[in-house]
Structures are given as C-alpha cells and as structure tokens.
C-alpha cells in the first residue's frame, strides 16, 4: 500500500509540474500578443501623425498659394504642432532637403539633365562649355538612368 501512496504521489507531482508549465505558457503567450499588439498600435499612431505632418504641411502651403503663384517663395517653420492633449503633444519637424539646408527646394528650380541644352548645363556652378557639351554628346538616346552615368562622361 505504501508504494502505491508514493506512486500516486509522483503522478500527482507531474501532474502539477505539467499544469504549471502549460499555465506558464500560455502566460508568455499573452505576454507575446499583447506585444504584438502595443507595437501595431505604435506604428499605426505613427503612420496616422506622419500623414498629418504631410496634411499640416499641404494646408500651410494651401494658404499660401496665390503668393506661391505669384512666385514668392514658399515659408514654413521647423515644427508643426499638430495637437496637444496637455501631457502629450505631437509634433512635426521638417527636415532639411536642399542643398543649402532649406525645408523646401522648388521642382521648378531643377533642371532635367534629360531634356536640358549645353546652355542651361553651363549656366550651372561647377559646369564649364566643354563639359556641358561633352554631357550633351555622351547623352544615352533614353537618357540618363543614374548618377554613375554622369559620373562617366568625361570631360
């Protein structure tokens, strides 16, 4: 009788052992879920304030459309306030993209090395006639794909 007490006993100790390691597991499990979903949240925060950021910009330059028309040149300051809750506030900071450090580059200060003459290439700094003519010449029949084709006109 006594080994069937001590049986019993270890059975039940497995048992409990079991028991504990799946209750654990299923623990780590919610652990791992909740994870999962605390950082889809983030990143669902963090798309929708990257899209306001863009939408506070659209609506800054909204307002300054018939100046912008007119050819003034456009302004916007380093950072957009896009709400505040009092604790937490939400703030878009425009980074620098010109040459120069400048927020905004207009598109129609750029020249297209596809479709510019020796002219307008000369007129830039660095650009003297015989290179603008020697980018001309060695001028792919479909263009100027990269930077590593320019790189290999000499000149």
């Known amino acids: 009788m006594t080994g069937r007490r001590g049986i019993t006993l270890i059975v039940v100790l497995v048992i409990v052992i ?3 390691l799946v209750g654990a597991g299923a623990l780590d499990s919610g652990r ?3 994870g999962v979903a605390r950082t889809s949240a983030d990143q ?3 798309r929708a304030l990257a899209l306001a950021g863009v939408r506070a910009v659209a609506e800054d330059l909204l307002e300054q459309r018939d100046d912008l028309l007119a050819g ?3 302004t916007l300051p380093d950072e957009l306030e896009l709400w ?3 604790e ?3 703030v878009a900071i ?9 927020t905004l580059v207009s598109e129609t200060a750029k020249l297209d090395l596809n479709r510019a003459d020796a002219t ?3 007129r830039l700094p660095e650009v003297d006639d015989a290179l603008a003519s020697a980018i001309i010449n060695a001028r792919p029949e479909a263009g100027y794909s990269s930077v590593s084709d320019l790189i290999a006109v000499k000149g």
């Open 94 to 102: 425009l980074l620098p993209v010109g040459p120069d450090g400048e």
């Open 84 to 86: 505040s809750d009092g």
């Open 88 to 90: 937490r506030r939400a």
């Open 18 to 20: 079991v028991a504990a």
């Open 72 to 74: 003034a040149d456009a």
């Open 44 to 46: 669902s925060e963090a």
């Open 32 to 34: 791992a879920i909740a």
């Open 120 to 122: 307008a290439l000369a």
